[in-house]
């Protein structure tokens, strides 16, 4: 093994099969099955740990705190009616974060002992592409040089800025300030609808903030389908969230107490103020390609900042590929993890794919939001004749008895082949029970075959089955 701590030499050269640049979940799946394929191989990361941003700053610590803050809001509003009686219920913050930071020190630990068992070299530093087949590593030590076959690039997103308003990580915050504020704000405003703002609202409405979601759009969770956003937007509506559709905001000014914010409508209109404490932008990521020397050796760019790619993950230039979310596609750390297998089988050889209809995709808000494959809205504007199945947590024993009774599921279905199109879920554990419908999508299995597997009672998962059932028109419960 090449020795990678301080007693390195600057400037010093080793040869590689594959050098991964960036260690986030796809970067990290990468190097891992570029390892077990027999290949020599390095991976480039400049952060403190392993993990990238979903193990760091993202997925990981918010699906923390959305557990510690959905337990709290249970113990507030839910215990009394199992019987369960509370005392002077207390929020003890700084316990919850430093929960929060065990569970991210624990995944990023578990990383790199895969990266040792592996015998994976992990390159502390930046890495640059000085040229076809050499990555150059500007580390705390000095810079070395290592030369390989192949080079990933898995570099991940980083935030998307909003024109006119400066994230401090103090008072404007990005998703990484809104995960470690050091008190619960009187006042929140969320900028953007989607996935990341709702997460992060839904932690900080339950200990205790006002918080107003003021998104571009005239809806909600604008990617999903339809009737999911209108769905949601009342249930979270009823959890104290104020929205402000079809606005934007232009201009945010912070002084000492508060935030005051100038929001006009989208379409245009009169402007007006809104203050309050904290400001959380979440519009969106960007691909994070920044210092990686692409231009300089002839990798293309397109004209949203993603590396271009080929069907099989490869770039314009010869033993470049990239994968996540600087390529085309869902910034999803499990849609990277299925590349970073893919495009290691690909280089040894082997045959790797993706399939990116059955790429499914969760809100872990309360209740939680699942989807897999198309829209009813994209079914329609292609002009595809589909079926729709749906059934309601409200006509499900096992949700009655948990008390979480809102939200359905929806099954659509080619109208004659009965081929599953697209589900969609609003549910508890929505995000586990579309593994299910993933892996129907991915053997292209029918509603019928959905609908003719025996599912164990009680659970939540028989409202798969009976929406499966209600495709064909014949649910058995409502």
Known sequence: MVETQNSETQNSETQYDVVVIGAGPGGYVAAIRAAQLGLKTACVEKGPTLGGT??????????????????????RHSFASHGIRVGNLELDLAAMMANKAKVVKDNTAGVEYLFKKNKIDWLR????????GTVVVDGAEGSRTVTTRHIVIATGSEVTPVPGITIDEQRIVSSTGALSLPAVPRRL??????????????????????????????????????????????????QGFTFKLGSKVTAAVTDADQVTLTIEPAKGGNPETLETDIVLVAVGRRPYTQGLGLESVGVVIDNRGRVEINGHFMTSVPGIWAIGDVVIGPMLAHKAE???????????????????????????????????????????????????????????????????????????????????????????????????????????ASAEDIARTCH???TLSEAVKEAALAVGGRTIHI
């Open 54 to 75: 979903c193990l760091n700053i993202g997925c990981i610590p918010s699906k923390a705190l959305l557990t510690s803050s959905e337990k709290f809001d249970e113990a």
């Open 189 to 238: 405003v969320v900028i953007g609808g989607g996935v990341i703002g709702l997460e992060l609202g839904s932690v900080w409405a339950r200990l205790g903030a006002q918080v107003t979601v003021v998104e571009y759009l005239d809806r909600i969770l604008p990617l999903m389908d339809g009737e999911v956003s209108k769905q949601m937007q009342r249930i979270l509506g009823r």
């Open 338 to 444: 299925d590349e970073g297998v893919a495009v290691a089988e690909l280089i040894a050889g082997q045959s790797g794919h993706v399939n990116y209809e059955a790429i499914p995709g969760v809100v872990y808000t309360w209740p939680e939001v699942a989807q897999v494959g198309q829209t009813e809205e994209q079914l329609k504007a292609s002009g595809i004749a589909y079926k729709a199945g749906r059934f309601p947590f409200t006509a499900n024993g096992r949700a009655r008895a948990l008390g979480v009774t809102e939200g359905f599921v929806k099954i659509l279905a080619d109208a004659t082949t009965d081929r599953v199109l697209g589900v969609h879920i609003v549910g508890a554990n929505a995000g586990e029970l579309i593994a299910e419908l993933v892996l129907a999508m991915e053997f292209g």
């Open 456 to 458: 164990a009672h009680p």
């Open 125 to 132: 530093g930046a890495g640059r592409i000085s040229a076809p």
